[in-house]
């Protein structure tokens, strides 16, 4: 699979996707594992299933449905992203980035970013939000970055900082919302993955020991494509699971998808009180 992605490869997709919509989207968002029932919520909705669009990397995962959808939410015109594409499943970390990429070049400027995670901080419980105020990037301290390969000059620097990877003023937003809606919002560090396999306990207590909240298989890559092109990043995981510190009790991708259930309808309040006070 190719580890490189051209700006005319990109601008092809963005193409193909301005072809069959008449709205021009300000706000992507990406929606995680057993979390896509939001994108119901979309206003003059435009459904263009991942497969049709050439180039496009389609989600192999169950709960990921692959569908692109640009309308309104909130009045907010929006590219909601339903199913995400992994490394795990075998794509480059250009490709995994692709989604956001495009997006760019359609004119978001802010990406809202969810996942299923893992909680690894104790006073997590599965069915908790929890707003992301930074990551670690365990995939790329590994070696691997969505920017790999000839910089994109006219996207972004070959070096471009980190250091605010999610957005200050949206993370205040979120918290404001959250509080008006009620909505218990837990706030940590989100570590990135390679997967598929889950962690070992070992690997939990160490995640853990470097400062770890909420861990999952997702996210980084996008939130690093994202910011290389200047986008505003706010990032919310859905605890789906306890993780499994001790080793007493075992983690399934139906845990996952089940929990999505009850943390679809918080998602969407947050999601839709954030984008009508943007
Ligand atoms: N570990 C890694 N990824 C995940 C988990 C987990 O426990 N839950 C959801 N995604």
């Not at 990406?111 to 901080?121: E, F, K, P, Q």
């Amino acid at each position: 699979m190719s580890d490189t992605i051209s700006l005319e490869q990109i601008d092809q997709i963005a193409s193909q996707i301005r072809s069959r919509t008449k709205h021009q989207p300000a706000v992507g968002i990406i929606l995680g594992s057993g979390l896509g029932e939001l994108a119901s919520a979309v206003e003059d909705a435009d459904v263009i299933p991942a497969g049709e669009v050439n180039g496009w990397p389609v989600s192999t995962v169950k709960g990921h449905q692959g569908r692109l959808i640009l309308g309104n939410l909130e009045s907010q015109p929006v590219f909601v992203l339903q199913g995400r594409v992994h490394y795990y499943e075998g794509y480059s970390m250009a490709q995994v980035g692709l989604p956001v990429r495009v997006m760019q070049r359609l004119g978001i400027q802010t990406l809202i970013v969810t996942n299923a995670a893992g909680a690894v901080n104790p006073e997590f419980e599965p069915g908790d939000l929890m707003l992301i105020t930074d990551h670690l990037n365990l995939i790329g301290l590994g070696g691997l970055s969505p920017l790999r390969g000839p910089n994109l000059d006219e996207l972004g620097p070959r070096f471009p900082d980190m250091s605010r990877a999610y957005d200050r003023e949206l993370m205040a937003l979120a918290r404001r919302c959250a509080a008006e809606e009620n909505i218990l919002l837990r706030e940590g560090v989100y570590a990135g993955l390679a997967g598929p396999a889950f962690e070992t306990p070992a690997d939990l207590r160490f995640l853990r020991l470097i400062g770890t909240d909420a861990v999952g298989m997702s996210t980084v890559p996008e939130v690093t494509v994202a910011r290389h092109g200047g986008t505003r990043v706010l990032g919310i995981s859905g605890i789906s699971n306890k993780a499994n510190l001790d080793g007493e009790t075992v983690t399934t991708h139906e845990e996952v998808l089940e929990a999505g259930r009850i943390l679809v309808p918080k998602l969407t309040k947050l999601v839709r009180a954030v984008l009508r006070s943007m």
